[in-house]
């Protein structure tokens, strides 16, 4: 079974911050998702990779397969970035879904 | 627009009544899930289908029951019999077992007292 650590758990930053959010897990995958939950609970899907990089207005998401590693990079952060950012990775053949990070509480501060 | 539905967003039970949660998609996607998220704790899987009239346990299905009679439908009850059942409840689809683009409903929050 896949394990998926992220780090930090809770980021606190000022509003313009340049903000990383890092994942790592532990065996191959096809896929890694990030995720944007918001109180309340919603979840949004804001990336799905399987290699290099991808860019969506103010973020940006990387993978290195070869060190199972991934980042998410929000710039010029903004109060409205605040949310629980969760990464999921969809295990290689697997049919059993997605397995989650715990997520990172961030709150961008004005 | 193609969708998954979750509702209701919020829900309230006593304690020691079962409850359904639905979950209704118009993607035409043949694979169902269901996800339970505790305060600290990663999304972990509860149950999932496959296929119209199949599904199969995840890692925590004991106290919670599944049907899948429509490929649109995949409906969770939360029995009696889960210890703790309040809980932030997600669903989510993809096109077929094991495709790598996944879609997510909104979730429910459930508060059993």
Request: hydrophobic share 30%.
């Amino acid at each position: 079974k896949n394990e998926v650590e992220q780090s930090p758990q809770n980021l606190t930053a000022q509003e313009g911050e340049f903000i990383t959010i890092n994942c790592s897990y532990s065996v191959g995958i096809s896929a890694l998702h990030w995720l944007q939950q918001h109180p309340g609970g919603g979840i949004v899907s804001l990336f799905m990779l399987s290699s290099g990089k991808k860019k969506h207005g103010r973020l940006i998401a990387t993978i290195n397969i070869q060190e199972k590693h991934s980042s998410l990079h929000i710039t010029a952060s903004h109060p409205r970035d605040s949310a629980v950012y969760i990464c999921a990775v969809t295990n290689g053949g697997g049919a059993d879904g997605l397995t989650f990070g715990k997520g990172t509480h961030l709150i961008i501060q004005p | 627009d193609g969708g998954i539905t979750q509702s209701p967003k919020y829900l309230f039970r006593k304690e020691g009544q079962n409850v359904t949660l639905s979950c209704e998609q118009n993607l035409n996607h043949d694979a169902m899930y269901w996800y339970r998220q505790d305060p600290g704790q990663g999304l972990r899987l509860i149950y999932y289908s496959q296929i119209v009239n199949d599904f199969q346990k995840g890692d925590i299905a004991e106290g919670y029951s599944v049907s899948r009679e429509k490929k649109e439908s995949f409906p969770l009850t939360v029995t009696s019999a889960q210890k703790n059942p309040t809980a932030f409840y997600l669903c989510a689809s993809s096109i077929w077992a094991g495709n790598t683009e996944a879609f997510f409903g909104q979730g429910t929050r459930l508060t059993v007292v």
